[in-house]
């Protein structure tokens, strides 16, 4: 079980060393929960994974909101045969300097478009009813919400999955490392606040 630690930082200074570690993780308790996190060896749906995970899986409703998690542009919206409606959206450089661009799979009904640019906990779709759909989405309605550094543009080929979106997609970034409150301490979306330019917000709505 995680704890909660409210942090509250105006400006953030992280040193390069920092993403090279693994952050122990902070979980608020009013947040939707992460059901397979970054680089576990099981499923959303509690079953043994062929590889590591390289994303975070956010368990929800039906109907649960999906929250842009940093201020960005939609570069694609498409439905993928095995992940589903994705969105993908670049959220410009992280406090090393390197790329963000976040895939948000296994989604519902989608309410942006390619080439829109998003605020940071802006609604951009819902979980919807067709985790039954498609394969990737394993039976259990959830968010996958991955990092990578490049977003693969153009024809898609035979493409699928997370690869089908980012150049990187079988090396994920670790989302625990970009919080606004700091590596490893998830960061509820909280509308009149400010959070440091480059971090990230929980890509889901806190109760």
């Known amino acids: 079980m995680y704890t909660f630690l409210s942090v509250v930082v105006a400006s953030t200074v992280i ?3 920092t993403f090279a570690k693994s952050p122990p993780v902070q979980v608020p308790s009013n947040a939707p929960p992460i059901i397979s996190d970054y680089k576990s060896r099981m499923g959303a749906n509690n079953l043994p994974r062929s590889s590591r995970h390289q994303g975070l899986d956010v368990g929800g409703p039906n109907g649960m909101a999906i929250l842009a998690a940093a201020d960005g542009a939609v570069k694609e919206v498409d439905v993928g045969t095995c992940w589903g409606p994705t969105i993908v959206i670049d959220h410009g450089l992280g406090p090393d300097r390197k790329p963000l661009i976040a895939a ?8 942006v478009k390619a080439g829109q640019r998003v605020k940071r906990g802006q609604m951009i779709a819902k979980l919807g009813n067709n985790h039954k759909e498609f394969r990737c989405i394993v ?22 999955g997370h690869v089908r979106y980012l150049v990187d997609g079988k090396k994920g970034v670790n989302p625990h490392l970009y919080w606004a409150d700091g590596p490893g301490k998830v960061t509820c979306f909280e509308k009149g606040n400010s959070y440091p330019q480059g971090t990230l917000t929980y890509p889901a709505p806190c109760k």
């Open 104 to 111: 948000y799979g296994h989604l519902g009904p989608v309410s």
């Open 139 to 160: 039976g259990v309605r959830h968010l996958h919400f991955q990092l990578g550094r490049k977003w693969r543009s153009g024809a898609k080929g035979t493409y699928w």
């Open 15 to 17: 040193a390069s060393s």
